[in-house]
């Protein structure tokens, strides 16, 4: 190639990088009045339907109490917090308390922060659902949208913390901590948790997942941690939300807190008979399989070589 049309070409392909630059939108949320914004709802409300255009929104630390959603078709959003243990986006909303239209609460109403929209990702940031222990479901998260990345985020919260509601959506999770009491990370999405601590604050169950019968992925656990409060020493792993439901624990330290069967029914229904629950190569007090209920099982070298970014999100890979 000559060197004009080197150069030709060179010019062409910086000028390209520059539009593409300028065509991303960067915005910042601060309660100080020193960003674009003072509240998360108001940036998310500038976002403009049928969004194509990636948009970063920096959030400066506070406590956010905003009942939160991003909205079908507002999509190619990233949200980064200044620091995760300081950027809280929080909400207080339960089943069984009165909504300010006059109707009750439910799981599917409970959440403080919904997100609807594709495309989405987040780090840097606690998301809360500060309603208390005995305030039932209450959800922090419900995320329904296709292609969702969490990297270095919190989840707080106590029952249904973490709402991953829908068989269509992928959604992966990596370097986070996610605490809760009863079913605290559930829902039909395809979800992958790469290196996430997830720690249970009550005898319970960590995942109620509801994966359709034809997804051959539901929840994966990959090098994870698996903790719990002292007082805590019979948690399950999973119970099974529907009868397909898909989990698996790979290379993970399982806790003392876990019971020794690993996984539980759901209200002795017939919901494990077709459950699709697994471990492989778990470590820590906990991960002795001898004792593991007869319809979960381990798998095989060769079983787990499936267990690929690319083989469970297939087109998408979140690490890119």
Known sequence: MKRGVK?????????????STAQQTKKTVAQDGSGDYTTMQEAFNAIPFNNKKPITIFIKNGIYKEKLLLDTSKNFVTIIGEDKFNTILTY???????????DTINTRSSYSFLIKANSFSASNITFQNDAG???????????????????NCRFIGFQDVLFTNSDKSRQY?????????????FG?????FQQCHIHSKKNSHVTAASTAKEKTFGYIFNDCVVTGDTSVHSASLGRPW???????YMHCFIGQHIRAEGWSNWNNTDSYKTARYAEYKNYGPSADITKRVDWSKQLTD???KAYTLKN???DWNPEQ
């Not at 150069?7 to 539009?19: I, S, T, W």
């Not at 999770?173 to 990370?185: A, L, M, P």
């Open 7 to 19: 150069k030709m070409v060179f010019l062409f392909g910086l000028l390209f990088a520059l539009q």
């Open 92 to 102: 207080d909303d339960h089943t069984g308390k009165a909504s300010p239209k006059g």
């Open 133 to 151: 222990f005995t305030a039932g479901q209450a959800v922090a998260v419900e995320s329904d949208g296709d292609k969702a990345i969490f990297t």
């Open 173 to 185: 999770y990596n370097n986070c901590y996610i605490e809760g009491t009863t079913d605290f990370i």
């Open 188 to 192: 039909s999405a395809t979800a992958w």
């Open 242 to 248: 529907k009868p397909y439901a898909a989990v698996v």
């Open 302 to 304: 060769e079983e787990a």
């Open 312 to 314: 469970v999100f297939g």
